[in-house]
């Protein structure tokens, strides 16, 4: 059973700064495609970034520019750089994981949050 435990959320003023983490275990293999996701009070989650084995990444249009995901594959961690960070970046973000065809169908068309693994997610707050 894949476990993933996100860390690294917090408070930051607009234009700061935060690295999120994702440590998985309790698989054989590489899952396909893994992404963070967020979800702000009141709003439907929404996909913000994800990364597939080939390394190939997709980005929603509003993070392009100042997030970047990334894997490495021998320590089993996700990452989510996240720079220049506005208000309504605050949500509380989950990293996900799951089989796909490709990071960019998988974030845009195909994921559904009854699907794959999920972690519990971590808070980010960004005050103006």
């Known amino acids: 059973q894949l476990r993933l435990t996100e860390s690294g959320g917090g408070s930051v003023q607009a234009g700061g700064s935060l690295r999120l983490s994702c440590a998985a275990s309790?698989?054989?293999?590489?899952?396909?495609?893994m992404g963070w996701f967020r979800q702000a009070p009141g709003q439907e989650r929404e996909g913000v970034a994800a990364?597939?084995?080939?390394?190939?990444?997709s980005y929603v249009d509003s993070v392009k520019g100042r997030f970047t995901i990334s894997r490495d594959n021998a320590e089993n961690t996700l990452y989510l750089q996240m720079d220049n960070l506005k208000p309504e970046d605050t949500a509380i973000y989950s990293c996900?994981?799951?089989?796909?065809?490709?990071?960019?169908?998988?974030?845009?068309?195909?994921?559904?949050?009854?699907?794959?693994?999920w972690g519990q997610g971590t808070q980010v707050t960004v005050s103006s």
């Open positions: 996900a994981a799951d089989l796909c065809s490709s990071s960019e169908i998988w974030l845009q068309y195909t994921w559904r949050p009854e699907v794959g693994f």
């Open positions: 309790g698989y054989t293999d590489s899952p396909h495609c």
């Open positions: 990364i597939d084995t080939d390394g190939d990444t």
